[in-house]
């Protein structure tokens, strides 16, 4: 059975999200010429609102050097876009692993309609392996007029060339 649960694991972790992942906007970068995907908000941004709202402990260094998104009273938490929904598992239960606390992954939905596939990939999983799954949208970032978020380091504040 510990067999079954693991190899079924590490096959979800193994499938590049990059093939599976089709409602997002690409960009090519040119010096490397490899197509990532654009966000308008970076991680950070949902990390910190997410953070701010459940009296956690931004970027909790591991002894190992890793580094949990957000630690909280019960949870070891992985902030991750969609397009990287199984990386974000294997990152949550290592911070469980180094924490003692309970995984959970927020995913993060730029497109909540389309993408929301990816949270009931990582949901499925959750469910089956014991660890918290809840996505987050934009309406995290309490965005202005203009679109812009409360932290004026995301990249949404950046001035366009």
């Not at 190992?64 to 902030?79: G, N, P, S």
């Not at 909540?112 to 970032?141: C, M, P, S, W």
Request: proline content about 2%.
């Amino acid at each position: 059975m510990l067999k079954q649960r693991l190899l079924l694991l590490l096959s979800a972790l193994m499938l590049s999200p990059m093939v599976l992942a089709k409602p997002f906007e690409y960009k090519t970068c040119t010096n490397c010429g490899y197509k990532n995907p654009v966000h308008k908000h970076n991680e950070a941004s949902y990390q910190k609102a997410w953070c701010k709202e459940h009296n956690g402990i931004e970027e909790y260094e591991n002894e190992d050097y890793t580094r949990v998104d957000c630690l909280t009273d019960k949870h070891a938490v992985e902030f991750d876009f969609a397009n990287k929904w199984a990386e974000s598992i294997g990152q949550a239960l290592h911070y469980q692993k180094m924490t003692g606390k309970k995984a959970k992954v927020v995913l993060i939905l730029d497109n909540e309609e389309e993408q929301k596939v990816y949270y009931e990939r990582v949901k499925a999983l959750g469910q089956k392996h014991k660890f918290d799954v809840e996505y987050t949208t934009n309406d995290i970032l309490k965005l202005d007029e203009e679109g812009k978020c409360f932290n004026p380091e995301c990249k949404c504040h950046r001035k366009k060339q």
